[in-house]
């Protein structure tokens, strides 16, 4: 915020309409930034509240800027006090920005917050910065403003960029060492968010005048966000991808060529034996067909009903065709709440052949229950089959078919978890559990 510009040839008057320029720029891109944040990162919180805040210091950082210029000068009490606290703001908020870059960086490189001394080391360097700052209200160690309401800097003005930068430098290491933790563009946009500010610091040591650091920190912050937000949506596809992947897996290990085989040959022997339980069957076998391939196209969870639906059609074919060797009950206490499509199916279907058909028990059978425990809900699939070792199962046995596929949409889609227990000749037990919004 000085007046007496290094810059020869360039006059005051457009010295200052090219600052004001910046600030207003800078103030309407942070208004437009946190609109998208909030809008784009919906789904993500954690993104969103980073870069929330990010804009919003930024916003006030170009703020205090402007307001700055517009009192330089200004004769009287009211406009020292306010270019006191704007000086002041913009002081502090300069490193504030630098501070929440290294958070989000830090979040991307360590998700579980196992880094504890980082977080506190980008802490302390911040809380340096303010404390300096503060002191220099009364000392005039960085700047004053005299008697006609002017900054100056002053010998140790420097200083000011001791922490903002060391921040930088911190974030560079760690980049250098652990950039095999990020995607490219992720790498790409935080070398530019740090080599560019600190190019603007050393720049604006030696150039008094035209805001450099300013209009660097709001270049910098758009292009880290537009970076991140490109980022994010080639994610997104990915996962999107995976999800229509995991779907035709899930697909195509249910609707296998032997199970349609084994269901239409039974029907074709009961046309003869029993023509009212063909029917029954042909409609069950229809019912299981139309659901499951209508599952295909969905991409939002579907409701419990719908998909207790498609399993009692899916198990009742199942319990027609071995002749009632097995039965399948139902206790079902809570129903208002959805999940993947294709999830509770394959559950059931591992029940029944690796479970109660498995086992030479008089009474097999299977329940399917459901209740709300808290701020979920519970689905549990029990069967009274053979049961086995969870502990010494070989990787990926435990699950049996499609349940890895399961468990990976039900994270995906729903935040859910998927449990299995057992106890060797009592049976199995899977537990799906999904958080209720």
Known sequence: MGTDPALTGISQANLS????????AGIFLCLLGIFQVRMIFRSNPRVSRYFTLFFASLLVFAMSNMVGQLFRGLPGAASRAILIVANYLEMTVSCLLTYIAARYYLSLLDPDKNRKALRISFAGMFLAHVLLVTVSQFSGFLYVIDESNVY???????????????????????????????SRKERFAFWVFILFPITAMIIQLFIYGVYIVVFASILTGLFLYMFIISDQEEKLEQQTKELSDLKMNILTEQIQPHFIYNTMNTAYLLTQKDPEQARTLIRDFMTYLKMNIGALSASEPVSFTDELYCTKAYADILVGRFNGRFSVEYDLDFMDFELPPLSLQPIVENAI?????????????????????????????????????VRSAPSGESTHIGMGNVRERLQYMCKGSLEVSSIPGEGTTVTIRLPLE
């Open 17 to 24: 309409l090219i600052n004001l320029s910046i600030a207003l």
């Open 152 to 182: 100056h800097r002053s010998a140790g003005y420097p200083l000011a960029y001791l922490m903002p930068a060391a921040i930088m430098l911190l974030n560079a290491v760690l980049l250098s060492r652990e950039h095999g933790r990020l």
């Open 353 to 389: 052949k690796h479970g109660v058909l498995m086992s030479d028990k008089p009474n097999r059978s299977i329940l399917i229950r459901s209740r709300k425990e808290g701020d979920s809900a519970v689905v549990s699939v029990i069967d009274n089959g053979p049961g086995f070792d």
